[in-house]
Each structure stands twice: as C-alpha cells, then as structure tokens.
C-alpha cells in the first residue's frame, strides 16, 4: 500500500491501482482484514483520483466495514473521511455528510487534529452546496483555526477558498474574490491545483461574481488578495466570520 500511494502521488496511477490490487490479493489470502482494508482505501483513492466516483465511494464503504469489524477508532475515522470524500464527489451527501460526522465525533474524541480539521472543512463545504453559508462558516472558521495551528498551508487554502464561497452566497462579492486570491497564493507554492471541491465551489459561485464585479474586477480583486500578507488575511477573515456567526 505504501508503493501504491507513493505511485499515486507522483501520477503514475496505473502502477498505483497494480500495486493496491496486489496489495489487497496478499491481505486477503492471508485473512489480514487491516491490511486489506488499507489496500481498499488506497484503491478507493486511486480511483477518485482517476474519476471513477462511483468506484471510489464502493472501495470506501468496503474498507469502513472492515474496519468496524476491527474495532479501532482511528482506522474508522480515518476510513469514513475517505468514505466521505468518495460520496462528496460522487454528489452523494446525504451520505458523505453522515460520514463527516462520524469522522469529526471519533477525531475530537482521540484528540486527532488533522482528521477534525479535515472533516469540519468537508462539512464546512457541504452545508456551503446545501445553501446554509451560516453553518459553512462556522465549520470553514473551526477548520482554518485548525490548519493554522498545523501549519498546513495547502488545506489552510481550501477552506479559504470554500469561505470565499460563503462570502459570494452572503453577496460579499470583494471578500469573495479576495479570499479566492488568498486560497491561489498559498495554493501555488506548493504547486497544487484545485481541489474538486474547489472546483465547485467556482463554477457556483463564479458567474455572481463576474456580474456584480465584472470579469476586470474579479481578475483585480483577486489579484488585491494574492498580494495580502498574514496579518491583513487574518483580520478579513476575523472580521467576515464575525458577520457572518452573528447575522
């Protein structure tokens, strides 16, 4: 499983999909439910990464069972985090959401930071696609607060991304596109693309945007957010989730 997802991080997908199916033959003839698991999630992530949403959110719900079997908390936490990226992805969120909640419940109780950063940033994005931008800042707010505390600059992005998001669903169209220019700087360091949840969140958003701003404001408000050092990011997100929290 670790050649497999060292594949899958350098692009090479069908040596990635190889190894975890070797990966999960060997776990499963041995009768080793933890290692199959595993194997199960890699193929899970292998397949999300290759668009087989359908596919990946199977994998995932597979390997969630045996490690309720198992019985240990970490693993299933982990396991329903990628259970609920697969169904996120696959436009599943009834089910996506449920898994978020079992996985933020089992983090906060193990003291797991990055999976409770993780999945209040999920929920964060599917109340933000159910139309609650209220709940989505609470959940985005709690997970920046978080990844800043790790230092996590590319997931730190993501929510700063969904929060600008929640900003244009508010009808704060400058916020918005500075909070996107923001998310794009911290994003391009470590020459990461957007995530599909990113994706999302501007082909929703995007259009509202370009007719309040127009295309020259939006490129020139993201652009004044590109340029924010720490400290002024900071207070526009201070001062946008204080709105946002009492409205």
Not at 173 to 181: E, I, K, N
Request: glycine share 6%; aromatic share 2%; net charge negative.
């Amino acid at each position: 499983c670790e050649l497999a997802r060292a594949l899958s991080s350098q692009d090479e997908l069908d040596r990635a999909q190889h190894a975890a199916e070797e990966a999960l033959s060997i776990a499963e003839t041995a009768g080793d439910e933890r290692a199959a698991s595993a194997a199960l999630d890699t193929l899970a992530m292998v397949a999300g990464y290759c668009d087989r949403r359908t596919e990946a959110q199977a994998l995932s719900e597979r390997s969630l069972a045996l490690r309720r079997s198992l019985g240990d908390p970490l693993l299933i936490a982990a396991s329903a985090n990628t259970l609920g990226l697969a169904a996120m992805r696959a436009g599943d969120l009834d089910t996506a959401e449920r898994a978020f909640e079992e996985c933020l419940q089992l983090a906060r109780e193990l003291g797991e930071t990055v999976l409770t950063a993780a999945a209040l940033c999920a929920l964060g994005e599917i109340a933000l696609s159910r139309g609650l931008p209220d709940v989505a800042a609470e959940r985005l707010l709690a997970a920046l607060a978080l990844y800043r505390e790790l230092d996590d600059e590319r997931n730190y992005a993501e929510c700063l991304y969904a929060l600008g998001g929640v900003a244009a669903a508010q009808g704060r169209s400058l916020d918005a596109a500075r909070l996107w220019g923001a998310a794009e700087a911290l994003r391009e360091r470590p020459g990461a693309a957007l995530t599909p949840e990113e994706r999302a969140v501007e082909q929703r958003c995007s259009p509202a945007l370009i007719a309040e701003l127009g295309d020259e404001g939006l490129e020139q408000a993201r652009t004044e957010g590109r340029s924010l050092r720490p400290a002024e990011l900071e207070a526009i997100v201070s001062e946008f989730g204080s709105v946002v929290l009492t409205e």
